[in-house]
């Protein structure tokens, strides 16, 4: 029985890279529904994807439908180092812009 699930593993995987390339709606349709439906499945994929780099604090915290503090402390207590600040130069970028315009708008406001 071990050796048909490892099988079914090996080209199951293999099945869904081709398929994502073919028709990535399908895959869109199947990492939607596993993230609905199996809460264990999305942890894990939302904490890899953290891990990785690929989403930050906030985006996991609404992946995974929790506060994002709450999230943060989780991340603490397993021991999941938490990545503050921006990713790269372009977030950095985008940070310093976003703090101008608000800076800005609210001096507009003030009359200043």
Sequence with gaps: ???NAS????WGIDQLSKLQEQQP???EQAIRRLLQDNEDIRWSLVVGAYRDGQINL???AEFLQVPELELRDRFIELGIPLRIGSADLAETHADAEA???????STDKDGS
């Design 25 to 27: 709606h399908l895959i």
């Design 58 to 60: 906030g985006k996991a």
């Design 99 to 105: 703090v101008r315009a608000w800076f800005g708008s």
């Design 1 to 3: 029985m071990e050796a």
């Design 7 to 10: 099988t079914l593993r090996s």
